[in-house]
């Protein structure tokens, strides 16, 4: 009786997860793709009862085969072997091309994202150039006020140097009148002095007018007493008479002796005032027809 032949199992694992119990038929649990469930189906059908998927090995490479006897083997384990080598390479595929269809629906989501993003940035793009142009607008408006504005400031600035040109002219007329309104200021003040002095000079004429005027009525009260008393000579009335002559000679004497003092500010008043009366003297001939 020959020995029996120890069949060598390979052991399949995926990050420690069995994808497929030993009994084999199976419907696929949540989260199993249908895919690795049929190539795992298949590999059962071939004789290889303990699968499990490669635990993170890379793509092509034979899984590291637990030989159970160093007795010479037969065809049919050879052909189990080929077997269980083929379904092997089958879950590598299918656990390959799952790997590679989550990164295309991973790459997917991202390019959605991204695009998604690229709308919003380029909503926002058109925002900003609408603003953009908003604003350029209203520069431009604002560049058109502002050119009207300065060419109504360069009217102005015509204007006003006009208004100054001509201001400069009245500034001028101005002095020249205001030297003349000083020269007749002075000559104003000139004239109220003299006509102070020549109103003092006229109360001291007026004075002494009034002082010959009692000098003359005391000569004449004098003489109208002698005259009386020559007349009708000396009788009842002669105290009368000399009365009078005694008055006349006290009125003409007070009279001569205030006459001297109103002679004194007379000549100081007639040499102060000699300028304007000697104008005066020659003006006056000048002003009869």
């Not at 360069?154 to 000083?182: H, N, P």
């Not at 003299?194 to 000079?201: C, K």
């Amino acid at each position: 009786m020959p020995a029996p032949v120890k069949r060598v199992v390979p052991a399949v694992i995926d990050d420690d997860r069995v994808v497929c119990d030993l009994s084999g038929k199976s419907p696929p649990e949540e989260g199993r793709d249908v895919t690795t469930f049929t190539a795992l189906t298949q590999a059962e059908a071939a004789g290889v009862h303990d699968l499990r998927a490669p635990a993170r090995r890379a793509f092509g490479r034979e899984p590291k085969e637990q030989t159970m006897s160093d007795e010479p083997r037969t065809p049919e384990d050879e052909s189990a072997a080929r077997s269980s080598q083929s379904s092997r390479q089958l879950v590598d595929l299918a656990q390959e091309r799952n790997r590679l269809t989550t990164n295309l629906i991973t790459l997917a989501e991202s390019r959605n994202e991204f695009a998604a993003r690229r709308t919003a940035a380029a909503d926002k793009r058109t925002q900003l150039a609408e603003r953009r142009t908003q604003f350029v607008q209203q520069q431009t408006e604002l560049s058109s006020k502002s050119m009207a504005m300065a060419e109504v400031r360069t009217e102005l600035a015509t204007r006003r140097t006009t208004l100054s040109t001509e201001r400069t002219e009245l500034a001028t007329r101005r002095t020249t009148f205001s030297t003349e309104r000083t020269e007749l200021a002075r000559g104003r003040t000139r004239l109220a002095v003299d006509r102070t002095w020549l109103s003092s000079y006229r109360s001291v004429l007026a004075r002494g007018r009034t002082e010959l005027a009692i000098i003359r009525t005391g000569l004449a009260l004098a003489v109208f007493g002698l005259a009386l008393m020559r007349y009708f000579g000396f009788g009842p009335w002669t105290a009368l008479d000399g009365g009078l002559v005694l008055l006349g000679l006290l009125a003409t004497g007070l009279g001569i002796k205030r006459y001297a003092t109103t002679r004194r500010f007379e000549r100081l008043f007639s040499d102060r005032l000699r300028p304007y009366l000697t104008m005066t003297a020659e003006i006056e001939p000048e002003r009869k027809p």
